[in-house]
């Protein structure tokens, strides 16, 4: 099913993402981005497994920075960084790496087998989506959001607020009209998440250890093999469930055109935070629904010939390119391809993951290594070229700084970090979806919960927040 | 404890509803873009009374606020000396400059201070320059 250059193109492409999603700043849909012009001469079957080995290993080297650093890759690792660096910090990069990398592999798989059973099914369903259902998905992701700080609800709505905020400013999604820019180019485009992230995780931290110099960044444990692969595999089979419900959150929310493995992250997360799960547990869930979400933002490309997320608009723009026409004739004329591909997502989470997985956490043992003071200058370094290298623009490092001088505030404050971004990734799915549902029903706020799926979701939103004051008043 | 920073999230949100009032609203008087802001403002000005009016139990530990204020409005200012530097020379050199310099902040020796940097610099131009093309 997968020829010998396939297999190639799945160990280069996985390297490729390694290297990319471990740079702060670098994305995986920016490695896939740059990676399309050379997918445009090679064959289907050698450029299909390099973009899946590199998106699926990409979006799990985010985590490499969260575990060093507390800078999260990718939007999605963001959604746990702070557990995942805890973990780190208490039990070395191994064992968090290794309760990633192979949480990411255990989801991705879930994701591929919903995948290869359910493509048809699951596509028809999100035909239904409509800016309705979207509203209520960002209205469920913000109102887990905020019971997920357990500690303090309150202190983390601030947070949301103030992520809401921070994605009001720019150019208004829906009637386009610029907003909180004062005439300045950069913000009248938006502040980039990834930029925000880098300031308020990585640079935060260094901030803090200026500010209180001793904490300890990460340490680092003896037995590597035995802290990536044994320990988190004890930890997988005993939270099997945990794994196998982020991953269907995860497919659920990735295969939604415009949804992707982001909030996917975020849902799965927030739900074990209001649980009162342990940090391993959300890590989990947050590693295999973002990997889930990977394989299942596919299913709207293959089945549809719609783009999950922007990786998926780019395989289209490759199907097309090719002469292959995605859809559900697809499946009967072209089912060589499809096997290919599920053979291939297969390959991609068993095989590379753990061994790209193992190599990366390595390599973030050894950089922990390095003494505090010079790791923090150097990852300050890394936070100024990542931040410009987003956009080629010297203005998001000044963006980069501020964020991190406000999560510093934040911090001294006790507020969490986490709600911030999810406010900046949410935002414009909120408002946007909200202005466009109004404006189509004529402002009658009542449509917003006349239809089945949307009854679902106001209903989950509410057993949401009730669960929340219940865990709280516990 | 919860007074200040609920006070200031309260002014916060106030700001926001007065710098959203020059927005235009839509046809027959609904809102437009200023709905967003201002349900964040009203949000803001909500959770900052809960704040005001319902102290946190636990205290904040007053070891854990100890520390040199100094040092992080410094490090923020040597990241900002990136847009002056990057003119003068590129990106590479000077994220090289700021690294020594938050090295030295840091009381790292300066000849290890110098070389972290120069290293530095080299690994940025040659990923970020010549091998992904990035910047």
Known sequence: MISWEGLAALVVGGLYGAVFGAIPGLTATLSVALFIPLAFFLDPIVALPAIIAISSVAIYAGDVGSAVARIPGTPASAAYAEELHDVCRANGPLYGLGISALGSAAGGVVGTIILIVGATALAEVATHFSSFEYFWVAVLGLTAGVFAARKAPVKGLVALLLGLLFSTIGVDPTLGYPRFHYGNTTLLGGLDYVVAMIGLFGFSEVLEYCFRPGHAIVTTIAQPSKSFFHAPLRLIRHSWSVVVRSSVVGTLVGFLPGAGADVGAWVATSYKRVSGASREQIVLAG??????????????????????????????????????????????????????????????????????????????????????????????????????????????????????????????????????????????????????????????????TDRPITMVLAAATIITIVFGIQNRRR | MRTLPGLLIAALGVAIWLFSVPFPQLENGYPGPALFPRAIATGMVLAATWMIVRPEQRPIRKSAQRGTWYRPVVAIMLVLAFIPAYGLAGPAVAVGIIVSSIAILLHVRILIALSTGIITAGVVHLVFVLLLGVV
Request: hydrophobic share 60%; glycine share 10%.
């Open chain 1, 287 to 448: 590693a295999s629904s973002n990997n889930a979400a990977v394989a299942s933002a596919w299913i709207p490309a293959l089945s549809l010939g719609l783009p999950g997320d922007t990786v998926t608009a780019m395989v289209l723009a490759v199907f097309l390119m090719k002469g292959i026409v995605p859809g559900p004739l697809l499946f009967e004329n072209d089912i060589g391809l499809v096997m290919s591909l599920y053979a291939t997502f297969l390959v991609a989470n068993l095989v590379l993951l753990p061994c790209f997985g193992f190599l990366t956490a390595r390599l973030a043992a050894l950089a922990v290594g390095i003494p505090t003071r010079l790791l923090l200058s150097v990852i300050t370094g890394v936070c100024v070229i990542g931040s410009f290298a987003m956009r080629n623009n010297p203005a998001d490092v000044i963006i980069m700084a501020a964020m991190g001088g406000v999560a510093f505030i934040l911090r001294r404050g006790g507020f969490p970090l986490a709600q911030v971004v999810l406010g900046m990734v949410l935002g414009p799915i909120l408002e946007q979806h909200f202005m466009v549902s109004a404006i189509k029903s004529s402002w009658d706020l009542t449509s917003f």
